[in-house]
């Protein structure tokens, strides 16, 4: 996704999505923290991912798991970047939900 990697940083308002100085989540375990800092640096990058796609799809919004396959972002990293951006206040449930690869419901989430 190198076109999307670029057209990250061509909206200033973005910037406050890349610059949070708060570390990632993690459970207080000694391994939790240490894997919380260690990948502080990119947690930022890959929140503007994730709502740059939810972005690029407009009103028909996406999946976790259409996040995924556009990104190719672990599932894992695609919940804990939409949990953020959802606690931050930048997606929302749109009501909708589609099937996923394997055939289950999913939230449809749309930029608020």
Not at 61 to 68: F, Q, S
């Amino acid at each position: 996704m190198p076109d999307v990697q670029r057209e990250l940083f061509d909206r200033s308002w973005r910037q406050e999505l890349l610059e949070r100085d708060r570390p990632a989540a993690h459970n207080r375990t000694e391994t939790s923290i240490a894997a919380a800092e260690r990948i502080r640096p990119t947690a930022g990058t890959k929140r503007a991912i994730v709502l740059e796609t939810i972005e690029r799809a407009g009103t028909e919004g996406a999946t976790i798991d259409e996040i995924v396959q556009v990104t190719g972002l672990l599932t894992a990293t695609v919940c804990g970047r939409i949990n953020e951006l959802k606690r931050d206040g930048w997606i929302q449930d749109s009501g909708r939900r589609r099937p996923t690869r394997s055939g289950s419901p999913a939230i449809v989430w749309i930029r608020r």
